[in-house]
């Protein structure tokens, strides 16, 4: 998690020492006649809870005349769900009310939850496998305990593929999170799997993540644009106007909609390209020397885009030393240092000089063979680095 730029939880509970949590939950619900023993095992009264099924969309009706499911003399309906399991030889056990046995599947989460965040918390999160039966048994149990509604918002995740279908070390195509931060930053990993919306599937590929790449370099090289613009002059004609002013308001407006409706990264992010087309614009027509009002502008417009991109864990880090890093990364990568580029390229400056083409280009396709990619123009050579050496 450190790796990745994820704060750690405050709590990191551990189901053995919350057994007791587990066994006062279970004993409430019996108390409520929403569970019942039998036979050493405890489970849970499916019918109690009338609002059973609401999470996964399903009617308990339904549920019920299309199960396959074994029967079980124990239950009083088939659809009951264990909370707590009588021991069984060699297995791990806890002394408990109704005799030693160990918790179900389910009810660890509710008394963990309860106990750490309370009966009612904001968010709840998982994969779409987990919502039926474990986050609709989840709820039950905590809201027929409780009484309350048990989690303000639920996110349910979409899976990893590679190349659409579901990583599996069967197949071959399973990777690791240490796999990929040999190669991409945890930055870049982060702004990847922000551009798809999480209840979709997220599609792993070198061509997906360049494309990432592509669109993080794009907010830090304008921040750093703007970051490296002279202070304005009064005297000088301004640019922007009421209505560039309006426009940023406007977008930023919208990339809070977006978050707030049901957690659409993507929608955001395409909002910061958006705020970064405006203000790229602006800059290119921008007097010499610019205004200040504009130069203020600007720095306003770089600290929004920041701002919201940080509400991501995007753009935390100054800019100019982000595409620093990236360049002294991918130069590694590549095993080649940029001393020796320079020298190369003043090399291939004097075959120009010299009408020497075929060295010049032979140059050039030696440093594109290594990812380095030459850009002449009339105030000389510059070079930038493809993420991607092939």
Not at 54 to 78: C, F, H, Y
Not at 150 to 156: Q, S, V
Not at 367 to 381: E, M, N, P, R, Y
């Amino acid at each position: 998690m450190d790796s990745l730029g994820i704060e750690k939880p405050t709590v990191e509970p551990k189901a053995t020492e919350n057994i007791e949590e587990m066994i006062d939950l279970i004993a409430q619900l019996i108390d409520k006649d929403m569970a019942y023993a039998s036979q050493g095992d405890v489970y849970y009264r499916v019918n109690s809870f009338r609002d059973y099924g609401k999470l996964s969309g399903r009617r308990l009706e339904d549920m019920q005349a299309g199960a396959r499911i074994e029967v079980n003399e124990q239950k009083t309906n088939p659809m009951d769900f264990t909370l707590w399991k009588a021991s069984k030889p060699g297995e791990p056990s806890w002394p408990s009310p109704w005799g030693d046995g160990r918790p179900g599947w389910h009810i660890e989460c509710s008394a963990m939850s309860k106990k750490y965040l309370g009966e009612t918390f904001d968010i709840h999160g998982g994969g779409q496998d987990l919502i039926f039966p474990h986050h609709e048994n989840e709820l039950a149990q905590s809201e027929g305990a409780n009484g309350h509604p048990f989690a303000a918002t639920w996110i349910h995740h979409g899976f990893v593929t590679i190349k659409d279908e579901k990583m599996s070390k069967s197949l071959g195509n399973f990777l690791t999170i240490r796999d990929i931060l040999q190669q991409y930053s945890p930055e870049e990993l982060r702004f990847f799997v922000f551009s798809t919306h999480y209840r979709n599937p997220l599609d792993f590929s070198e061509t997906a993540m360049q494309d990432a790449i592509t669109g993080l370099d794009r907010l830090y090289t304008c921040v750093a644009a703007i970051a490296s613009l002279p202070d304005g002059k009064n005297s000088a004609s301004p640019q922007s106007n009421a209505g560039d002013r309006q426009k940023l308001k406007e977008l930023r407006a919208r990339f809070l909609q977006a978050m707030d409706n049901d957690f659409n990264t993507a929608q955001a992010q395409g909002i910061l390209f958006e705020m970064t087309k405006a203000l790229n614009a602006l800059m290119a027509k921008l007097a010499t020397p610019p205004s200040t009002e504009d130069i203020h502008f600007l720095r306003q417009g770089a600290e929004e885009v920041k701002e919201l991109g940080q509400i991501m864990g995007l753009l935390s880090k100054d800019p100019t030393s982000y595409l620093r890093d990236k360049k002294t990364r991918l130069l590694a990568q590549r095993d080649i240092a940029e001393e020796d580029i320079n020298k190369l390229i003043a090399d291939r400056n004097q075959a120009r000089k010299i009408k020497n083409w075929e060295k010049s280009d032979e140059i050039r396709d030696l440093l594109l063979q290594k990812g380095i990619v030459l850009k002449d123009s009339a105030q000389g050579t510059s070079w930038t680095v493809k993420q991607s050496a092939t």
